[in-house]
């Protein structure tokens, strides 16, 4: 019985780091765009109001950064996206509130140093079943229509 007990807890642990060290590369999905950062800023901003999204606001951190001071970056844009709809869903209920972190949702459009143009966002799909509930019913929906809004962009 010692000895089961033992696996057991050993078994626990090797599981448990396992999933420690996976969860940073499952919670941010990256993918190759087709396009170059403006071209795929643009499509977005094309495609997001399709779906019933808005973009309030494109972070220009390249160019933030750089009228601070800190040259050199490559293209990086951040696009916040909000649908009302969900949002009011998950912001109405006291219980889900602490989501709210997460909101709104967010896609970056990057250039690396050779020059590919990718594109990185959360994964919305597992944060939703980790969460459960109306928030996972809710990121459920918001996975799916960020897949059409990114559709001929990205590889």
Known sequence: MVAFIVGFVIGLAVMGFIMWKMMPGMMIVT???????DEAVEKIQQEAPNVGWSIPHIYDMDGTLS??????LKKIKILSLCKPEYAYTILSRESDRKVSAAM???IAVYEDDMGRVYISKFNIKLMGRMFGGVVGDVMAKVAQEEEAILKGIVS
């Open 31 to 37: 993918k190759k765009s087709k396009l170059s950062v």
């Open 67 to 72: 009228d601070k001071g800190y040259k050199g």
């Open 104 to 106: 709104p949702c967010r």
